[in-house]
């Protein structure tokens, strides 16, 4: 079991690409979540899924989309990237509820260095 | 809306002593969860412990244990016996509990460096 993959580990792109970060976990989490970390602001929440079909916004969701057209993948885009994007994603995963059982520990991948140039 | 305080940025220990790393919250949530991660350089985000708002008792792992003071809103994480393993960087996190997942707000951190 891999738990959460992410994809690419590290990425230098030109300002005004489109990119999509991957993210794909193997243990039928509902809710996932993807988070960016910059020096000295810890990690902040970008957008994140209850459960495939639904999405919702975090605190900082401007010029990223995603999607959650099934359980296991849970894609970052950057439309039209700008150097403020350059930072390092994580995307982590959770349970969630499932019957009338509620877990809350959240499982992080790897994490994906992306500078934007 | 949630905040999560570290006012330690930087913190040193030597090895086999004791370290507290503070951790301040602002909340009026009543039920939530408590957590500290560690952020070694390996960059991989690694559970600590967790702490359920609702429990008066402490956590515990290993050679890790919390203060929490709910009415102070305060969540101190303890490291015992310190070892060079454990230089990182350390996050507390707050989770507000609802009928599903609810994403984690964070600290910004405290690098913690173990010295031999």
């Known amino acids: 079991i891999a738990g959460i993959t992410q994809a690419p580990t590290s990425q230098i792109l030109a300002a005004g690409r489109r990119m999509t970060l991957r993210c794909t976990q193997d243990m039928r989490h509902n809710a996932m979540y993807w988070y960016r970390q910059d020096l000295g602001l810890g990690l902040r929440l970008i957008h994140y899924?209850?459960?495939?079909?639904?999405?919702g916004k975090g605190e900082v969701p401007d010029g990223y989309s995603v999607s959650r057209a099934n359980t296991d993948d849970f894609p970052l885009t950057l439309a039209s990237a700008v150097p403020s994007q350059t930072s390092v994603y994580f995307c982590?995963?959770?349970?969630?509820?499932?019957?009338?059982?509620?877990?809350?520990?959240?499982?992080f991948g790897p994490g994906t260095r992306l500078t934007v140039l | 809306a949630q905040t999560v305080t570290q006012s330690q940025p930087e913190m040193s220990v030597q090895e086999a002593e004791t370290v507290t790393l503070s951790c301040t919250y602002d909340t009026s949530e009543s039920n939530y969860y408590l957590f500290w991660y560690k952020q070694p350089p390996s960059r991989q985000m690694i559970l600590v412990i967790r702490q359920e708002a609702y429990k008066q008792q402490n956590a515990t792992e290993n050679r890790f244990s919390v203060n929490f003071q709910k009415a102070a809103k305060s969540f101190s994480l303890k490291i015992s016996d310190s070892q060079l393993g454990d230089t990182a960087m350390y996050f507390c996190?707050?989770?507000?509990?609802?009928?599903?997942?609810?994403?984690?707000?964070f600290g910004k951190g405290t690098r913690l460096s173990v010295i031999a």
């Open positions: 996190a707050f989770m507000k509990y609802r009928g599903g997942n609810t994403p984690l707000v």
């Open positions: 982590a995963s959770s349970v969630g509820t499932s019957g009338t059982t509620r877990t809350d520990t959240q499982y």
């Open positions: 899924s209850n459960t495939a079909g639904t999405t």
